[in-house]
């Protein structure tokens, strides 16, 4: 009995970790979208990503609902269109 609580509660307790551990990790694409946004501006990897959250900010006043990966996507664009 007392063995079979402990198998429960460490099974219980590995699932937590899956789930939270899933739900912090951002997808693969979105990681890639942020690293590459990080290269284009060029600057230290901390002003960056204020730079980039700063933009995130601004878009989804302008454009609300779109996801992560959309605002990231629209921030390479206009670093490239800009670039031109």
Known sequence: MYQEVIITVIILAIIAALVYWFRKKPSSGVSQLHSEC??????PP????????????????????????????KILYDLERDRR
């Open 38 to 43: 990080r290269r284009q501006l060029k600057m």
């Open 46 to 73: 901390a002003e960056a990503d204020e730079v980039i959250e700063r933009y995130i900010s601004r878009l989804q006043e302008r454009h609300p609902g779109k996801s992560r990966e959309w605002y990231l996507e």
